[in-house]
């Protein structure tokens, strides 16, 4: 069974940062994709920033320039910077691995808040 353990989600003011981190209890290596989605009261999940094996980044248009993924095999984590953070920022963000495309596994979702 694999598992996934985020931690780093918090309160913030708008404009401040917050780093989220996530370990994976399998190796990562040969993952098709990690990556980070979040989900706010009301709304569906969306994505927020993917990275592949190969090390290409996908970000939602919403975080480009603000949020930066990266991942780092030999700890199996992937972790997201998230900079200049605004109220709509606000969501339960979820780490996802897919070790085969189209198999998703999710970590139990940290909080991130932040304030106006």
């Known amino acids: 069974q694999v598992r996934l353990v985020e931690s780093g989600g918090g309160f913030v003011q708008a404009g401040g940062s917050l780093s989220l981190s996530c370990t994976v209890s399998?190796?990562?290596?040969?993952?098709?994709?990690m990556g980070w989605y979040r989900q706010a009261p009301g709304s569906e999940r969306e994505l927020v920033a993917t990275v592949t094996s190969g090390g290409t980044t996908d970000y939602a248009d919403s975080v480009k320039g603000r949020f930066a993924i990266s991942r780092d095999n030999a700890k199996s984590t992937v972790s997201l910077q998230m900079n200049s953070l605004k109220p709509e920022d606000t969501a339960v963000y979820y780490c996802?691995?897919?070790?085969?495309?189209?198999?998703?596994?999710w970590g139990q979702g940290t909080q991130v808040t932040v304030s106006s």
């Open positions: 399998r190796n990562t290596f040969s993952t098709y994709a």
């Open positions: 996802n691995v897919q070790f085969v495309r189209g198999i998703n596994y």
